[in-house]
T-cell receptor, first 110, second 114 residues
Framework: EDQVTQSPEALRLQEGESSSLNCSYT??????LFWYRQDPGKGPEFLFT???AGEEKEKERLKATLTKKESFLHITAPKPEDSATYLC???????????FGSGTRLQVQP | DTGVSQDPRHKITKRGQNVTFRCDPI?????LYWYRQTLGQGPEFLTY????????KSRLLSDRFSAERPKGSFSTLEIQRTEQGDSAMYLC????????????FGEGSRLTVL
């Protein structure tokens, strides 16, 4: 069974303090690893897709990386508007639906 | 607005009542998903449609839950004989067949069962 575990559950950073969020996974065959952002009271918003180990994607202050067992979301010099819950999800072979982790709640204080 | 829309946004009901949620996906998307999310958890898959065909249903989904997507356009999710444990945010998402990992979510329908 596909499983996604995210850590930490919550993270509080000062503005400008870089950090990383972790997503570890188990899957029989990986079709893709996805990162989403979710603001309170809203649906998740797609950020990145990673398909194979070694792949990296960047968008503004965010960079996502992938290994065979983990993915990291690196946040460089975060701003208060980066505060949100970041969700990791995977698609395994044989399933069309995504399996989501519980997310990391990020709070960036000015 | 051409995003995914859900209705109603909030529903409060008494235990034992039936409720129905509606989702209008992005018009050119042929895949539609329903997820459920409780506080502090990630979205949990319920069911998935490609056009009008329901192709996958979670093993966790009680037979009190039913979903339809007539004509491959909007979808409805009905919960019969609601229980307090059904209280959650019900999220709808749609995607293109060629890009199944990039889901476009609606803002959700929040259900409170008293």
């Amino acid at each position: 069974e596909d499983q996604v575990t995210q850590s930490p559950e919550a993270l509080r950073l000062q503005e400008g303090e870089s950090s990383s969020l972790n997503c570890s996974y188990t899957v029989s065959g990986l079709r893709g690893l996805f990162w989403y952002r979710q603001d309170p009271g809203k649906g998740p918003e797609f950020l990145f897709t990673l398909y194979s180990a070694g792949e990296e994607k960047e968008k503004e202050r965010l960079k996502a990386t992938l290994t065979k067992k983990e993915s990291f979301l690196h946040i460089t010099a975060p701003k208060p508007e980066d505060s949100a819950t970041y969700l990791c999800a995977l698609a395994g072979t044989g399933r069309r639906a995504l399996t989501f982790g519980s997310g990391t709640r990020l709070q960036v204080q000015p | 607005d051409t995003g995914v829309s859900q209705d109603p946004r909030h529903k409060i009901t008494k235990r034992g009542q039936n409720v129905t949620f509606r989702c209008d996906p992005i018009s050119e998307h042929n895949r539609l998903y329903w997820y459920r999310q409780t506080l502090g958890q990630g979205p949990e898959f319920l069911t998935y449609f490609q056009n009008e065909a329901q192709l996958e249903k979670s093993r966790l989904l009680s037979d009190r839950f039913s979903a339809e997507r007539p004509k491959g356009s909007f979808s409805t999710l009905e919960i019969q004989r609601t229980e307090q444990g059904d209280s959650a945010m019900y999220l709808c998402a749609s995607s293109l067949e060629t890009n199944t990992g990039e889901l476009f979510f609606g803002e959700g329908s929040r259900l409170t069962v008293l």
